[in-house]
């Protein structure tokens, strides 16, 4: 089944305890991107990356990393997480080829106390 | 700076009935508008997309109107069915990004019995 998965679903974790988040499509899709959902803002991105080794921020990169190392994973780093970043993400894939449909994860909902 | 507005915030619609959903866009940049919709504990997904070459894209109940001199795009959903109970947001990119999208802020449909 084409999927992208993400883990973990839920975390509760304290300020400054760094802290990934994995993303793993199973479309050989070239790009993926990280979105931060937000109540009465939508979604919107954090980080991107066009293939592997290549990565650019999106609307809201503060405090977040990424890495693409292989072409199925794109984690995302919290190294030291603040309350502000408290929310639900969101990681989607899409291939080069044809529409511009992305294909989203389930979501991980992050609590920072 | 919020590119795409997104209205109503919330809307309830009785079985049967109709729900519309409006857009507006500013960058006239953008030619792919895709409504994604989503269900409680689940990552968005594409429902229906327009260019802005159409007037309006129909897909069974979910018809796509596009006004591209007033920059505006709506999602119509006849029949409104109580599985359509979601989440929906439009959103709007450009060929040749790094499939970046740039969503509303979502709109809330309870269809009620």
């Known amino acids: 089944e084409a999927q992208v998965t993400q883990n973990p679903r839920y975390l509760i974790t304290v300020t400054g305890k760094k802290l990934t988040v994995t993303c793993s499509q199973n479309?050989?899709?070239?790009?993926m991107s990280w979105y931060r959902q937000d109540p009465g803002l939508g979604l919107r991105q954090i980080y991107y990356?066009?293939?592997?080794?290549?990565?650019d921020k999106g609307d809201v990169p503060e405090g977040y990393k990424v890495s693409r190392k292989e072409k199925r994973n794109f984690p995302l780093i919290l190294e030291s997480p603040s309350p502000n970043q408290t929310s639900l993400y969101f990681c989607?894939?899409?291939?080069?080829?044809?529409?511009?449909?992305?294909?989203f994860g389930p979501g991980t909902r992050l609590t920072v106390l | 700076q919020q590119q795409v507005k997104q209205s109503p915030q919330s809307l309830i619609v009785q079985k049967g009935g109709i729900s519309i959903i409006n857009c507006a866009y500013e960058?006239?940049?953008?030619?792919?508008f895709p409504w994604y919709q989503q269900f409680p504990g689940k990552g968005p997904a594409l429902l229906i997309a327009?260019?802005?070459?159409?007037s309006e894209k129909k897909e069974g109940r979910f018809t796509i109107s596009f006004n591209k001199s007033a920059k505006q795009f709506s999602l119509h959903i006849m029949d409104s069915q109580p599985g359509d109970s979601a989440t929906y947001f439009c959103?709007?990119?450009?060929?040749?990004?790094?499939?970046?999208?740039?969503f509303g802020t979502g709109t809330r449909l309870q269809v009620t019995l």
């Open positions: 989607a894939s899409r291939g080069l080829a044809g529409e511009n449909e992305q294909f």
């Open positions: 479309m050989n899709h070239e790009y």
């Open positions: 990356s066009m293939n592997v080794e290549v990565t």
């Open positions: 960058n006239t940049a953008f030619d792919y």
């Open positions: 327009i260019r802005p070459d159409v």
């Open positions: 959103a709007a990119t450009y060929t040749g990004t790094a499939s970046k999208l740039t």
